[in-house]
């Protein structure tokens, strides 16, 4: 898992962004999954020796259903992604089938052969899983979305084009967000500076316009500061205490890495200014010293680090 990767997972991890994110994508905004009836659920599946956990998945049990909700983040196109999504969500449904047949056995609960048989009752249900799979990455999603788009199917027409298989995946795009206001949290402001991370000038033009980036919570800033820096300096340091809670002033952070840039910038061309005077300077005296004969042509030539006949060819351009 990459950086980024993980940087988001744990930012999205926070109960109150985890249902919004789903609120927002699926539900246009209205508060389908509460924060307070989300628990934890990092079970790690194993498949064969080797244990693998989604990148972030909760329980949502509102009283009436339980379900299971995962996100898995990609900052790169995984070409596999359709059939990974799939894979999860059957290593999901194989944990609770597993956990099931287990109880159900030490119970006794099994009566007919066919419920021994398989290890469960013909009225016990799995809990339905649903993931999304969120994409933030600078480049456009050029890969499937579904499984079917995986694979090599015949042309229009075929006999058998109706009866393969598909499992659709839900892809979200950063990028492809076209209302924000869906959002109820600061993910509003996460996600529209993320779709700025390539044109630092527009990414400028939003932060300074919208008041909001001037009172941004720390796990926003810090985390906006790793994805939109790669020297992960913004928002280090510009907050400021209100009475209710701690904020950052992302503009003020933006202001002054960009007048750190310049101030580098300048002083990196002072340094080579310098350097290249000296260097100059440093010839001229050499072919001074060898035309006044105090110096050898050969000495000259040698304390200037150069052949002696780059050294002669030189200081003959330099008369002309």
Not at 30 to 42: A, F, N
Not at 148 to 167: H, I, K, N, T
Not at 221 to 241: I, K, P, Y
Not at 276 to 301: H, I, K, P, V
Request: charged share 35%; net charge negative; with cysteine.
């Amino acid at each position: 898992m990459g950086k980024y990767d993980n940087v988001i997972n744990r930012y999205l991890s926070d109960a109150r962004r985890f249902a919004d994110l789903f609120n927002g994508l699926w539900f246009q905004g209205k508060e389908m999954i509460r924060p307070e009836d989300l628990q934890e659920g990092s079970e790690r599946y194993t498949e064969g020796n080797r244990p693998r956990f989604r990148d972030v998945k909760k329980r949502f049990a509102d009283g009436r259903t339980l379900r299971i909700l995962a996100l898995e983040n990609q900052n790169l196109t995984d070409y596999t992604m359709p059939l990974r999504c799939m894979d999860y969500d059957v290593q999901e449904y194989r944990r609770q089938l597993t956990v099931l047949c287990g109880k159900n056995r030490s119970r006794g609960n099994l009566v007919t052969p066919a419920e021994r048989l398989c290890g469960i009752r013909k009225t016990d249900r799995l809990a339905p899983v649903y993931t999304i799979c969120l994409y933030h990455g600078e480049a456009g999603w050029d890969g499937p979305r579904s499984l079917r788009d995986m694979l090599e199917l015949p042309a229009e027409g075929d006999a058998f084009s109706g009866y393969v298989a598909d499992y659709p995946m839900h892809l979200c795009c950063v990028s492809e967000i076209q209302d924000m206001s869906v959002f109820r949290t600061e993910l509003r402001e996460f996600f529209s500076a993320l779709r700025c991370r390539r044109d630092k000038k527009k990414l400028r033009e939003l932060i300074t316009r919208d008041e909001a980036y001037r009172h941004l919570d720390r796990d926003t800033a810090e985390t906006l500061g790793v994805l939109l820096d790669a020297s992960g300096n913004l928002c280090r340091s510009f907050h400021f205490q209100t009475e209710e809670k701690e904020e950052y002033d992302m503009c003020q952070a933006l202001e002054e890495l960009e007048a750190e840039a310049v101030e580098a910038g300048m002083k990196i061309g002072i340094e080579k200014g310098m350097k290249t005077g000296m260097e100059r300077g440093t010839f001229q005296t050499l072919c001074a010293l060898a035309r006044d004969g105090l110096l050898s042509w050969e000495e000259a030539a040698k304390r200037s680090g150069m052949p002696e006949k780059e050294f002669l060819l030189r200081m003959e351009n330099a008369r002309q």
